[in-house]
T-cell receptor
Framework: NAGVTQTPKFQVLKTGQSMTLQCAQD?????MYWYRQDPGMGLRLIYY???????DKGEVPNGYNVSRLNKREFSLRLESAAPSQTSVYFC?????????????FGPGTRLLVL | AQSVTQLGSHVSVSEGALVLLRCNYS??????LFWYVQYPNQGLQLLLK??????LVKGINGFEAEFKKSETSFHLTKPSAHMSDAAEYFC??????????????????FGKGITLSVRP
């Protein structure tokens, strides 16, 4: 049981380049999330997907798009990377138990945009 | 709107000393509260969560937290720090109270995090 996996672990982009961050979970969770982590800012929600086929904006969606490919996979795309998107990106999935959602996180993707 | 305040960005304790990491929250509904730990270059790991079943919550690695509604606090403690506790700790609040079928009616709001250093 791998939990939440993310690829790649590290990436360096030039301004204007595009890339897709991949996330997969094998816990049969319905909901998945993308966050970015910046120093002194905590984690901020970019997009989330309540269930397969649905996606919604979070706190900081500008410059990103997402795709919920199936129940397991939730990808984050940067169409035209900017230096402000240099960050650590975390994917999470959540399980509903006892009326409460608990989120579980992947190991992160470290992105540097030059 | 919900929010979390973690005062200070860095706490340093000696090995064997008490660890106290503070968290205060604001929520328009009774909250669910979480503490996550992040070790260097790793993802976030759930330490413990408050579900309203008990005000004192025990988590992994000897950590516990106490929910105090009157103080809107959920401070994290550990009686005796170990070198391996050095990490960044995040408090988070969720306003989801209604059971859902599909999930994700809850959104986590994170504090800015506190880095814990443990001195030998």
């Amino acid at each position: 049981n791998a939990g939440v996996t993310q690829t790649p672990k590290f990436q360096v982009l030039k301004t204007g380049q595009s890339m897709t961050l991949q996330c997969a979970q094998d816990m049969n969770h319905n909901s998945m999330y993308w966050y970015r982590q910046d120093p002194g800012m905590g984690l901020r929600l970019i997009y989330y997907s309540a269930s397969e086929g649905t996606t919604d904006k979070g706190e900081v969606p500008n410059g990103y798009n997402v795709s919920r490919l199936n129940k397991r996979e939730f990808s984050l795309r940067l169409e035209s990377a900017a230096p402000s998107q240099t960050s650590v990106y975390f994917c999470a999935s959540s399980v509903l138990a006892g009326g409460m959602e608990t989120q579980y996180f992947g190991p992160g993707t470290r992105l540097l945009v030059l | 709107a919900q929010s979390v305040t973690q005062l200070g960005s860095h706490v340093s304790v000696s090995e064997g000393a008490l660890v106290l990491l503070r968290c205060n929250y604001s929520s328009s509904v009774p909250p669910y509260l979480f503490w996550y730990v992040q070790y260097p270059n790793q993802g976030l790991q759930l330490l413990l969560k408050y579900t309203s079943a008990a005000t004192l919550v025990k988590g992994i690695n000897g950590f516990e937290a106490e929910f105090k509604k009157s103080e809107t606090s959920f401070h994290l403690t550990k009686p005796s720090a170990h070198m391996s506790d050095a990490a960044e700790y995040f408090c988070a609040v969720s306003d989801q109270r209604t059971p859902t079928r599909t999930g994700a009616n809850s959104k986590l709001t994170f504090g800015k995090g506190i880095t814990l250093s443990v001195r030998p």
